[in-house]
């Protein structure tokens, strides 16, 4: 039913690793949204893609349109930077209604 | 306010009882989105709103759930005799819809759990 596929669905890293979450979704999207979510449940957005790349400090974010698929990155990683990270859509199907579509999350636990 | 508020944050309730589960969205926020997410799943969309008018409410998984936004701007999620399949955390989300960004920004969620 899901049509935002992430993987891999846990990681755990090393602190210092450099570390890659993908993302692929099925059919045309006006955005892409990366989304970090703590323990508790608050959601953090932190890029909305639709073409290209984007960087705020050590976290990347890239979208291949023609492919569907996009990757976040996070260099340098850090024990605080262990949460769920969401990949979600917004489809052009969409119409006048402009729900996400969120894939199922990736578990990140940077250790010490 | 500065962000979405969403209340109470936890809700503890007993089968066949009804809850009601407020957001209070960014002043001036012209959307707002309501999604559930079961434990160790992504969030799914429930209902969306654009001022008062509900747009789409083709997410609600049966007609025990409801939502309202009479003036279009605090809005009220509510779950008649609650089931235990409805434990999760509920999600309120708003955007300005200004321009192309139409970035939507989340409350801290609710987490229902009911017995």
């Known amino acids: 039913k899901n049509e935002v596929e992430q993987s891999p669905q846990n990681l755990t890293a090393q602190e210092g690793e450099f570390i890659t979450i993908n993302c692929s979704y099925s059919?045309?999207?006006?955005?892409l949204h990366w989304l970090q979510q703590h323990p508790g449940g608050g959601i953090v957005s932190l890029f909305m893609l639709s073409s290209g790349k984007k960087k705020h400090g050590r976290l990347i974010a890239t979208i291949n349109i023609q492919e569907k698929h996009s990757s976040l990155h996070i260099t340098a990683s850090h024990p605080r930077d262990s949460a769920v990270y969401i990949c979600?859509?917004?489809?052009?199907?969409?119409?006048?209604?402009?729900?996400?579509?969120f894939g199922s999350g990736t578990q990140l636990t940077v250790l010490p | 306010g500065a962000g979405v508020s969403q209340s109470p944050r936890y809700k503890v309730a007993k089968r066949g009882q009804d809850v009601a589960l407020r957001c209070d969205p960014i002043s001036g926020h012209v959307s707002l989105f309501w999604y559930q997410q079961a434990l160790g799943q992504g969030p799914e969309f429930l209902t969306y709103?654009?001022?008062?008018?509900?747009?789409?409410k083709s997410g609600l998984p049966s007609d025990r759930f409801f939502a309202e936004r009479p003036e279009g701007s605090v809005s009220t999620l509510k779950i008649q005799r609650t089931q235990q399949e409805d434990s999760a955390v509920y999600l309120c989300?708003?955007?300005?819809?200004?321009?192309?960004?139409?970035?939507?920004?989340f409350g801290p969620g609710t987490r229902l759990t009911v017995l």
């Open positions: 979600a859509v917004r489809y052009i199907s969409s119409g006048s209604a402009r729900q996400l579509t």
């Open positions: 709103f654009q001022n008062e008018a509900q747009l789409d």
């Open positions: 989300a708003s955007s300005s819809d200004r321009g192309r960004r139409n970035e939507q920004f």
């Open positions: 059919v045309g999207i006006s955005a």
